[in-house]
């Protein structure tokens, strides 16, 4: 993770298994998954047509363990299943805000696999 942005999670990284909602910064999310891109992790997003690979790259992003599904379809949470069973962090980015029981079973999901998930905020927007 950049310098900058090392201390903000508590524990100082991202840890597995965890959820860690990131308001209104693409970039804040981009050095997280780059910090675990470095370090050797899996990393995906879905459901991100504003993610660019470009600055993914520049972000520190190890783009051949990097996965973009910019448009998922009417098959958001199916994909995202498989993204979490696949993947060390998981960028997710709902077209709406997830009901409480999907929310729940990705949650629980990510946990049991040890994925990293990153949703969008509480308000259910995107970082831009």
């Known amino acids: 993770m950049a310098d900058e942005f090392a201390g903000l999670p508590p524990w100082r990284g991202l840890r597995r298994g965890a959820v860690v909602s990131v308001t209104d910064s693409a970039m804040l999310l981009l050095a997280l998954i780059g910090q675990a891109s470095a ?3 899996w990393c995906a997003a879905v459901g991100y047509p504003s993610l660019g690979m470009a600055a993914a790259a520049e972000s520190g992003v ?3 363990r990097f996965a973009l599904v910019p448009h998922p379809g009417d098959r ?4 995202a299943a498989a993204l979490i069973d ?3 962090v998981v960028i997710l980015a709902p077209p709406t805000p997830p009901g409480n029981r999907l929310a ?3 949650t629980a999901r990510a946990r049991q696999r040890g994925t990293v998930l990153l949703p969008p905020s509480r308000t259910g ?4």
Do not use: K
Request: charged share 20%.
């Open 39 to 41: 370090q050797g992790s």
């Open 62 to 64: 190890a783009l051949d």
């Open 76 to 79: 958001w949470a199916d994909v």
């Open 86 to 88: 696949g993947f060390d």
């Open 104 to 106: 729940a079973s990705l």
């Open 125 to 128: 927007r995107v970082p831009t």
